[in-house]
């Protein structure tokens, strides 16, 4: 068996070394996504990092597909990887990234940090009113996994009550004093001052916060959405936001991605946008993880053990 | 003997029926901190609240002043209190909402979320690069009292390392990995990514943080300031920043206070100025414990055993 494996993950130097002493016979090929070529795609084996998706069609060799993203998008779509190949993701890479991101955020907006900060730039030292605490409130976890758990913990351990929602069921864990499947959401947000969104995109999760579900959020709950653009309808979110419907938003991810220069989203003073950067490698721990991952799933590759983080396709996570 | 109570918190009337129910034979009255005047002050045996320095000095029958506030002030110095008058502050009050706020803004600066609401504000969609993590970062807790120990908490279980720096020896809680005296302080600096200030003004306090103290600190460092604005030489503070010698400040209390419109520190990027707001009555679980903790003083007074939070004058705290 030919063992081409193709990394697309900018390593360190040492992160090359332990990725390389996990199969001693493979031909490492090291290139970016951004700039990779066509038949070094064809050519591999096995890729390591987020390959663009149109040159996969044609990689009739390749049996196994390491991303390093949490979410799968096109990847898991049918056709796109050649019959038989694994798809593993990058869960458990971005945890302690995206839940810090997202206490900073909540907190930005229970403090009004926001507006504080705009204030500042006026040089206006003026009191702006009562503010909310992580103690004592409740959330509502939108998407109980990686992410979205580690967010929890740390909610709890802040005195939050933690209400988590998923798509399968599953054990409760210590750090969730509640759990339900998505047919319970509506039920739940009245009950929410912070509602976290930490959902991959699969057609169930498209839209699910939108003009009627925000009539269900409290007045000054919180929404923080860091999974994909799409589950929130960005027209419904300004109009609630703009009608004072909710204290505020949080969003990393948007839709459309990026926000264009003149969407009406930028001069919400109770939205709080980022472009797209509680994850990737803002954070040097989530590039070790990823690094921690992909080498422990190529040592199981090549000794034909059991992998972790496959996706099941037809999911889409 | 008389027991004329004047209380000067805006408390509620639930609270206020609370108050009156531990001294049944007592007379009341509520009055602000801003308008009560001069005759109520000299007549009151017991003062619950801040009442105006100047006023306390014609107050002879003063037997027992309760603060709303952690810091003692001037309330502590010879002369101002009545030969016997017991003096207690606010000690507990405020650990849940100032902690919260130091943990806002440390991940507002560490997540560069302060920057991204100034991009916003020009509808920018800009990466702004790397950020830090509490997880695994090393924070300095100068001043590891009530709001001091409850940010350490909530640090530790975020996955930091915390080293307290108090004024007087003490047991070290399970919250703080050292404990060291203030003499400590020049040699931890170096070790810190967080340093945050809880203190009082005392003149061990003024200026500990100045020109040869910042230069002790980490490139990538962050200054917290929740306890006096004494503390820090603004100065000092104002040419680190402009040079890049740490990452950056967060300061709810400045010198001068409130912070003058032409001052230069309202204009650094690094800095995030917030107007002595952490604190007060910006959360209503503060008024709760205040109020929690004068009714179980004016029980304790009442029946003459022991008040909690007495403040002893010569040291300041």
Same mark, same amino acid.
């Given at each position: 068996?030919?063992?081409?494996?193709?990394?697309?993950?900018?390593?360190?130097?040492?992160?090359?070394?332990?990725?390389?002493?996990?199969?001693?016979?493979?031909? /490492?090929?090291?290139?970016?996504?951004?700039?990779?070529?066509?038949?070094?795609?064809?050519?591999?084996?096995?890729?390591?990092?987020?390959?663009?998706?149109?040159?996969?069609?044609?990689?009739?060799?390749?049996?196994?597909?390491?991303l390093n993203s949490a979410g799968v998008g096109e990847y898991a779509e049918e056709g796109v990887l050649p019959e038989g190949a694994v798809l593993t993701n990058a869960t458990g890479a971005y945890g302690p990234a995206i839940?810090?991101?997202?206490?900073?955020?909540?907190?930005?907006?229970?403090?009004?940090?926001?507006?504080?900060?705009?204030?500042?730039?006026?040089?206006?030292?003026?009191?702006?009113?009562?503010?909310?605490?992580? /103690?004592?409130?409740?959330?509502?976890?939108?998407?109980?996994?990686?992410?979205?758990?580690?967010?929890?913990?740390?909610?709890?351990?802040?005195?939050?009550?933690?209400?988590?929602?998923?798509?399968?069921?599953?054990?409760?864990?210590?750090?969730?004093?509640?759990?339900?499947?998505?047919?319970?959401l509506e039920a739940l947000l009245p009950r929410a001052d912070i509602v976290a969104l930490s959902l991959p995109e699969t057609p169930l999760t498209k839209g699910i916060i939108n003009e009627s579900t925000l009539k269900l959020?409290?007045?000054?709950?919180?929404?923080?959405?860091?999974?994909?653009?799409?589950?929130?309808?960005?027209?419904?979110?300004?109009?609630?936001?703009?009608?004072?419907?909710?204290?505020?938003?949080?969003?990393?991810?948007?839709?459309?991605?990026?926000?264009?220069?003149?969407?009406?989203?930028?001069?919400?003073?109770?939205?709080?946008?980022?472009?797209?950067?509680?994850?990737?490698?803002?954070?040097?721990?989530?590039?070790?993880?990823?690094?921690?991952?992909?080498?422990?799933?190529?040592?199981? /590759?090549?000794?034909?053990?059991?992998?972790?983080?496959?996706?099941?396709?037809?999911?889409?996570?």
């Open positions: 068996m030919e063992k081409n494996v193709l990394v697309l993950i900018p390593l360190k130097e040492e992160q090359k070394r332990i990725l390389e002493e996990k199969a001693p016979s493979a031909n /490492f090929t090291y290139a970016k996504s951004q700039t990779v070529d066509a038949g070094q795609v064809q050519n591999a084996n096995i890729i390591i990092g987020n390959p663009p998706v149109h040159m996969l069609k044609a990689s009739k060799k390749l049996k196994w597909l390491q839940s810090e991101y997202m206490l900073g955020v909540l907190l930005e907006l229970f403090k009004k940090l926001h507006i504080y900060r705009d204030n500042q730039a006026e040089a206006n030292w003026s009191y702006e009113g009562k503010v909310k605490a992580i /103690f004592d409130s409740t959330a509502l976890i939108v998407g109980a996994g990686d992410i979205g758990g580690e967010f929890a913990k740390r909610l709890k351990g802040l005195g939050a009550y933690t209400i988590g929602v998923k798509r399968t069921e599953g054990h409760k864990p210590d750090y969730l004093d509640e759990l339900y499947l998505m047919d319970k959020m409290k007045k000054d709950a919180v929404l923080i959405n860091v999974g994909r653009g799409s589950a929130v309808d960005t027209e419904a979110l300004c109009d609630a936001l703009e009608k004072g419907q909710l204290l505020g938003a949080a969003l990393d991810v948007t839709e459309p991605e990026p926000l264009p220069k003149e969407h009406r989203l930028w001069k919400i003073k109770n939205a709080v946008i980022t472009p797209h950067v509680s994850g990737g490698y803002s954070l040097e721990e989530t590039r070790r993880r990823i690094a921690g991952i992909a080498a422990g799933n190529l040592e199981a /590759f090549i000794r034909g053990t059991k992998l972790i983080n496959v996706v099941d396709c037809s999911k889409g996570y």
